[in-house]
Each structure stands twice: as structure tokens, then as C-alpha cells.
């Protein structure tokens, strides 16, 4: 029998960040990160950026278009997937959450939260964890067609903390080069906003569970 008083332990949500912080930073690898990043930045986009071609009309006139890249493809698909036949294939929840693995290394090593080179095998220090969901048991084959609605609240802030996202990686920049050091506070911050945003992602876009994102940078 349990013990009433006993508090409960609140439930994991189904996608959680981490990020090792590191006592000392390399100040050479910090002043040129904007550099450095660029290669695997490169990557990076050309697995989740559009491809535009050049199509004619029957006049001869030259048009552009656009076709969404592989993230965009991931979402789609999967909406149609618990839309119809409510399942969620394990091998593209696989490839999506390495994707979004990379992308958090990716961005963890841009805003100088940590010194190592994003890998795109290798956890290192960026702990990216997204729960398997049970299609049939735990989400609402109509609820994709209106989450990016009902993230709206979380988009609207998430724009304000990434404004002091940015300015934190300014300070936190200087702050190395001259110190050697990340400020715990600011690392706390920037990490809790990747954070929040991961849960958003996962919520809205990734669509790998109906719990609704809480509004915290824990």
C-alpha cells in the first residue's frame, strides 16, 4: 500500500537535453567559431534545406521553385502516417531523431556551449533523448493537423528567449576569451532554451507525443 504522503515524481517529458559543462574552454576554437562551425554547417543544411530548380513555361520564361528538404518531408510523412493509418514507422522516428541529434551537436558547438567538433556519429556531449511512441496508444490520429496552432504561445516566446539567447552567446563569448570560462548562469540559459525548443519540436513537428510542452527552461 502506498503512502499518500509520499510526493509523486513528475513524469519525464518524452524529449529531454542535456549538455556536459566543461570547468575550462578553448579560447583559440571560441574567437573562431564563426569559421570553424562553417563546414558542418554546410552539411547540415544540405540535409534539412529546400532545392530550388529552374523550370520553363510554354512561353520560355525561366520560374523558380522550391521543394521542402528532408525535415519537412519527415513531417508530412509522418502526419499522413498517424493521420490514416495511425502508426509511426520505427526506422524514420530513427532517422529523425539522429537528425535532430546532429542538429543539437550542431548548434550546441555554435553557441560555444561546448568545444568539440559536431560529430555526426557520436554523442559527445550533447545528451539528446526523444521517447519511441506507441501510435495506436498514445497520439490522436487529428491532433498534427492543429499542434503548429496550438504551439502559437510557445513560438511567441521562444522568439523573445532566443533574443536573449543571442546576447547571452555574445557576452558568454567574450567572457572565454578572456576567462576561459562559460558563465554557469549564461550556459544554464542558452541550454534551457535549446531545451524548451526541443520540446516544441518534438511536440509540434516531430510529433512524437500529444503531451503538451511545459513552459519552463528545465
Known amino acids: 500500500m502506498s503512502d499518500q504522503n509520499t510526493p509523486s515524481v513528475p513524469i519525464a517529458y518524452p524529449a529531454r537535453l542535456e549538455v556536459d559543462y566543461s ?7 571560441t574567437l573562431f567559431r564563426v569559421v570553424l562551425i562553417i563546414p558542418i554547417a554546410i552539411i547540415y543544411g544540405i540535409l534539412t534545406a529546400g532545392v530550388t530548380r529552374t523550370v520553363y513555361d510554354q512561353s520560355g520564361q525561366a520560374a523558380s521553385t522550391t521543394s521542402g528538404g528532408i525535415a519537412s518531408g519527415l513531417f508530412f510523412a509522418t502526419l499522413l502516417m498517424i493521420l490514416f493509418r495511425q502508426r509511426y514507422p520505427r526506422w524514420w522516428f530513427d532517422f529523425a531523431r539522429e537528425l535532430t541529434r546532429f542538429g543539437a551537436r550542431v548548434c550546441a558547438y555554435f553557441v560555444l556551449v561546448t568545444d568539440e567538433y559536431p560529430s555526426t556519429v557520436e554523442e559527445q556531449k550533447v545528451h539528446l533523448e526523444i521517447d519511441y511512441p506507441d501510435a495506436e496508444r498514445d497520439l490522436n490520429r487529428w491532433l498534427p493537423l492543429v499542434k503548429w496552432l496550438l504551439a502559437i504561445p510557445h513560438f511567441v516566446i521562444l522568439f523573445f528567449l532566443a533574443v536573449g539567447a ?21 550556459f544554464d540559459y542558452v541550454v534551457g532554451v535549446g531545451r524548451w525548443g526541443l520540446r516544441v519540436e518534438a511536440y509540434a513537428f516531430l510529433l512524437v507525443t500529444d503531451r503538451y510542452p511545459p513552459f519552463s527552461l528545465r
Not at 570547468?23 to 576554437?29: I, L, M, S
Not at 567572457?175 to 576561459?180: D, E, K, P, R, Y
Open 166 to 186: 543571442f546576447f547571452a552567446v555574445i557576452v558568454a563569448w567574450f567572457a572565454i576569451l578572456f576567462t576561459g570560462r562559460y558563465p554557469r548562469g549564461l
Open 23 to 29: 570547468a575550462q574552454y578553448d579560447r583559440v576554437k
